[in-house]
C-alpha cells in the first residue's frame, strides 16, 4: 500500500512534467531532421541535418581570448542561460559551437544552461519559447536571481566572450 501511495503521489506528477529532450522533426524546407523542443548538446549527433559536421569543425577550431576567459570565470556565480537557436540555421551553426567550446573552458555546470532549438517560424511546442520574445537565432540570454542581464541576438558585436564578458560585468 505504501509503495502505491508512493506512485500515486511521487512518480506519477514527475513523469508528466518530464520533458522529452532532443526531439526531431522534418524540416520542410531543406527535407532532413531538426532537433526542437528542450534539447542537450548530445542531441547535435543525433540529428541528419549538417549541424554535427559544423560542430565538429567550429568547436576544436575556436580559440577563446585567454584574458575575457579569466575575467568571465569569477563573473558566472549565480548565472542562468538560455540557449534558443535552429540546427537548422548557419549562425547557430557558427556560434553555438564557439559558445559551448567558452563555457567548456569556464567549466560552466551545464545545468544552469537551458537549450531550446526551435523551427522555421521560432516555435518549439513544449517548452516557454513563446514567453522569450525571439525573432532571431541563435539568441544567448543571462539572468541573474530571474533577472535578464542581457542578450546576445544572432551575432555577437565582436567576440563572443567579449560581449559575455559586458552583459555580466551590469
Not at 520533458?19 to 520542410?28: E, G, I
Request: charged share 25%; hydrophobic share 40%.
Amino acid at each position: 500500500m505504501k509503495n502505491l501511495v508512493f506512485i500515486i503521489l511521487f512518480l506519477f506528477p514527475a513523469m508528466a512534467f518530464a520533458q522529452k529532450l532532443n526531439q526531431k522533426t522534418s524540416d520542410p524546407k531543406k527535407n532532413n531532421e531538426m532537433l526542437i523542443g528542450y534539447c542537450i548538446r548530445d542531441g547535435f549527433s543525433s540529428v541528419n541535418c549538417n549541424f554535427d559536421s559544423a560542430y565538429k569543425v567550429e568547436y576544436p577550431a575556436y580559440r577563446p581570448d585567454a584574458e575575457t576567459i579569466k575575467q568571465l570565470a569569477g563573473k558566472l556565480k549565480g548565472v542562468k542561460i538560455t540557449l534558443v537557436m535552429a540546427t537548422w540555421c548557419g549562425d547557430s551553426k557558427e556560434w553555438v559551437p564557439r559558445f559551448y567550446k567558452i563555457m567548456d573552458e569556464l567549466n560552466f555546470n551545464n545545468k544552469n544552461l537551458t537549450l531550446i532549438c526551435v523551427d522555421r517560424d521560432k516555435k518549439a511546442p513544449g517548452t516557454n519559447v513563446e514567453t522569450l520574445n525571439v525573432h532571431r537565432v541563435p539568441t544567448f540570454i543571462f539572468y541573474r536571481k530571474k533577472t535578464e542581464l542581457g542578450r546576445i541576438i544572432e551575432v555577437p558585436s565582436g567576440l563572443l566572450e567579449k560581449d559575455m564578458l559586458g552583459i555580466l560585468s551590469k
